[in-house]
């Protein structure tokens, strides 16, 4: 066989289709491929989770065995670190908390729905500051009911804003 033009060009063809194929079709599947033995062996080695989860599940019991001989009250403490947090919000905005209701308990299907009932008294601005602190922290719970109320105070002749909010906090049983 001679080299001629038309050969030479016809191997350099060859060669470009070649290296064409290489970049976007084998090298990505050599790519997939190195990916996938990865995968393989991150399943072969979490074969053992089972048993890790009974463990896990095992260490949770001993623990709320040993913390059930304290006497806690979740609920309690919860609802300190609720008025902890609304208090040191209302102080930063000069709001009040004008009432704060005993929480009401709900046990329904397995979950027991707490809700929290507050009033604050401030400017509007400041009500919704505060509200916007309290229902972007997931700890607290979440915002389920609002209420602004404007009263006129006749003594001072001022309009006074009152919010009532409806806080609750899920927890399964």
Same mark, same amino acid.
């Given at each position: 066989m001679k080299l001629d033009k038309k050969n030479k060009l016809l191997l350099l063809g060859f060669l470009?289709? %070649?290296?064409?194929?290489y970049s976007f079709a084998i090298s990505n599947t050599i790519n997939y491929y190195k990916e996938y033995?990865?995968? $393989?062996?991150e399943i072969a080695a979490d074969k053992d989770m089972p048993q890790l989860v009974g463990k896990l599940i095992q260490k949770e019991k001993q623990l709320d $065995?040993? %913390?059930?001989?304290?006497?806690?009250?979740i609920s309690e403490s919860f609802q300190n670190d609720l008025l902890k947090q609304l208090t040191s919000y209302s102080d930063s905005y000069k709001l009040k908390i004008v009432d704060f209701q005993e929480p009401h308990s709900i046990t329904q299907k397995g979950f027991t729905t707490t809700s929290y009932i507050f009033s604050l008294e401030g400017s509007f601005n400041g009500c919704l500051a505060v509200l916007n602190k309290v229902e972007n922290n997931p700890a607290l719970g979440s915002i389920k009911h609002l209420n602004f109320i404007k009263k006129k105070n006749y003594k001072?002749?001022?309009? $006074?804003l009152f919010v009532e909010v409806i806080m609750q906090k899920n927890k399964g049983v």
């Open positions: 470009i289709v %070649l290296y064409v194929c033995s990865n995968k $393989q062996e $065995q040993v %913390l059930s001989g304290y006497n806690v009250n001072t002749n001022t309009d $006074q």
